[in-house]
């Protein structure tokens, strides 16, 4: 049976998470914190989660893990059978997430744990969000999902990183980023009624305790 690795605060694992629960594949979790011990590393060689163990052995970083729950051709498709169509649902997991997650992940800092962030990288932050904002706009379809009218992959993207960029654009910047694009907005309503999202945000408020514990032991 397929095992998930990781902690429930994380949104890498919760987009992993929903997507096992959207298939309705068989699995389990374990909770384990990213981190450099050697063990951990042998799982993951860049010390993060999620990690997937298969029968075969671990699989880790999100969007291999998603490609490869898609062609175990088990459950729930969350990619489009037409290859072109394919290829804009993963632009738009890769927009998301290098345009959008990862430069508010660079201000998570100063935005949830009130630890200062250079202001350079602030600026540059602020920037590519923006930058990020406008792609989505541009390339989203919200027909009521992301890419359409079927919850694909770029929807797992979506809600896991683009309520944690607007509360940096928010208590980093002062900036709502979604102000003026209220097709995202309802889309992350829609989403907020799905029984499987409510479950992973109760089990991320359960497991915020035990992550804020994780950081105070490292210090
Ligand atoms: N590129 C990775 C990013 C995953 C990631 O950033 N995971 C975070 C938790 S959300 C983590 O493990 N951080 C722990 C650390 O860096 O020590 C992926 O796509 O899975």
Not at 28 to 36: E, P, R
Not at 130 to 159: C, M, N, W
Not at 192 to 216: D, S, T, Y
């Amino acid at each position: 049976m397929l095992r998930l690795h990781g902690f429930a605060v994380s949104n890498y694992y919760n987009m992993v998470h929903l997507a096992l629960l959207e298939k309705g594949l068989a699995f389990d979790t374990a909770t384990v914190y990213g981190c450099q011990d050697e063990t951990f590393l042998a799982m993951s060689p860049r010390g993060k989660v999620p990690v997937l163990q298969t029968e075969h052995g671990y699989i880790s970083e999100t969007s291999a893990i998603l490609d490869y729950l898609e062609e175990l051709g088990e459950g729930r498709p969350l990619l489009p059978a037409e290859p072109y169509a394919r290829a804009q649902v993963r632009a738009l997991v890769k927009e998301i997430e290098l345009y959008i997650e990862l430069p508010a992940r660079s201000c998570y800092p100063e935005a949830f744990f009130r630890n200062p962030v250079d202001p350079a990288i602030k600026d540059k932050a602020r920037g590519e969000l923006l930058a990020g904002i406008a792609t989505l706009k541009r390339h989203g379809r919200f027909a009521p999902y992301v890419a359409g009218e079927q919850f694909s992959l770029a929807d797992l993207y979506f809600l896991y990183s683009i309520d944690l960029a607007a509360a940096v654009g928010q208590k980093v910047f002062g900036l709502d980023l979604l102000a003026d694009f209220p097709a995202a907005r309802a889309l992350l309503e829609r989403l907020q009624q799905n029984p499987h999202v409510q479950m992973i945000a109760a089990q991320k408020e359960a497991g915020m305790p035990g992550f804020m514990a994780f950081l105070k032991s490292k210090g």
